[in-house]
């Protein structure tokens, strides 16, 4: 069992920066990839950043350039750091943490960021 807790979220003016907070516990030696989603209101929940346990990292296009996903391991904590905020990046982001074995994913509840224009 892994639990995940974000952190970070909150209002922000465009062009602003947040950094969320991933903390997980648990069986936290069994994590291999972590990474964000996020779900705007009306949509579905769309992949934002993937980090794996040996640090190779993708994002999705509406986010390169402007986010980066990272973690420390000894801390068991993953990041991610938004930078040039825009007003669509609004939504709930979740974190989530997949194990090694058999691919078993755990989610974070999810910490609400809200750009303003």
């Known amino acids: 069992q892994v639990q995940l807790v974000e952190s970070g979220g909150g209002l922000v003016q465009a062009g602003g920066s947040l950094r969320l907070s991933c903390a997980a516990s648990g069986s936290t030696f069994s994590i291999n990839t972590m990474g964000w989603y996020r779900q705007a209101p009306g949509n579905q929940r769309e992949l934002v950043a993937v980090?794996?346990?040996?640090?190779?990292?993708n994002y999705a296009d509406p986010v390169k350039g402007r986010f980066t996903i990272s973690r420390d391991d000894a801390k068991s904590t993953a990041y991610l750091q938004m930078n040039s905020l825009k007003p669509e990046d609004t939504a709930v982001y979740y974190c989530?943490?997949?194990?090694?074995?058999?691919?078993?994913?755990?989610w974070g509840k999810g910490t609400l960021v809200t750009v303003s224009s």
């Open positions: 989530y943490a997949r194990l090694l074995l058999y691919g078993t994913t755990y």
């Open positions: 980090i794996s346990s040996g640090g190779s990292t």
